[in-house]
């Protein structure tokens, strides 16, 4: 049974739009919440990460923003740039040391 | 450079003829962990190690084995592959576990036939 859920498989954009990718999750222990970003022939590499006593992080054009009552977070990228366009999986964990649950990713294309 | 290295990138191999895939960290992590990635299901956690002869299972951990005898190797070990365990195989190392932001390795793409 997955615990981490990201619904959406695929989404497309345009060139300096906001892309806004969804993740749900159902185990109210996660503590850290983390968005990876995959490109194809590579392994994925670490994009942001939020802790479960905030509900906002920035890091330049990556946003992401936590809503624990919802069990729901989100990451915003904003411009969205062609060298965005990547498989984005978010992860969850329940302790610094537990291991990652990972969604099943979501494809970003940005079209010019 | 500060990488985690797999070995080999592509494999194919027989049912039942044992395997093992190296993976190898330079950034002196504590934590390692291989994970597999099959379509709809994302990256599912096989294994990993908090330490030094310290490992643990993760979600999938059925006809696998690893080791960690040296802080810098986490090799993946397939006694009997069978059918179910072709995937996309990665390695990944961590300063302090999951929430501090995993490196991971390339890839290995495993086809057992």
């Known amino acids: 049974d997955q615990q981490v859920k990201q619904n959406s498989p695929s989404l497309s954009v345009q060139e300096g739009r906001i892309s806004i990718l969804n993740c749900d999750y159902t185990n109210s222990m996660f503590d850290y919440f983390l968005w990876y970003k995959k490109y194809p022939a590579e392994g994925p590499t670490f994009l942001i990460s939020i802790s479960s006593i905030k509900d906002k992080n920035e890091d330049g054009r990556f946003t992401v923003f936590l809503n624990k009552s919802a069990k729901h977070l989100s990451l915003h990228i904003v411009p969205s740039q062609p060298g965005d366009s990547a498989v984005y999986f978010c992860a969850a964990s329940t302790d610094s040391w537990g291991k990652l649950q990972f969604g099943a990713g979501t494809q970003v294309v940005v079209t010019p | 450079e500060a990488q985690v290295t797999q070995n080999p990138r592509y494999l194919i191999t027989v049912t039942g003829k044992k395997l093992t895939v190296t993976c190898s960290q330079n950034?002196?992590?504590?934590?390692m962990s291989w994970y597999r990635q099959d379509p709809g299901l994302g990256l599912r956690q096989i294994y990993y190690s908090m330490n030094v002869e310290v490992t643990d299972k993760g979600d999938v951990p059925e006809g696998y084995k690893v080791s960690r005898k040296e802080k810098r190797n986490f090799p993946l070990i397939l006694e009997s592959p069978s059918p179910n365990q072709t995937s996309l195989y990665f390695c990944a190392s961590s300063l302090a576990g999951g929430s501090s932001g995993y490196t991971f390795g390339s890839g290995t793409r495993l086809t057992v036939v």
């Open positions: 950034m002196n992590h504590e934590y």
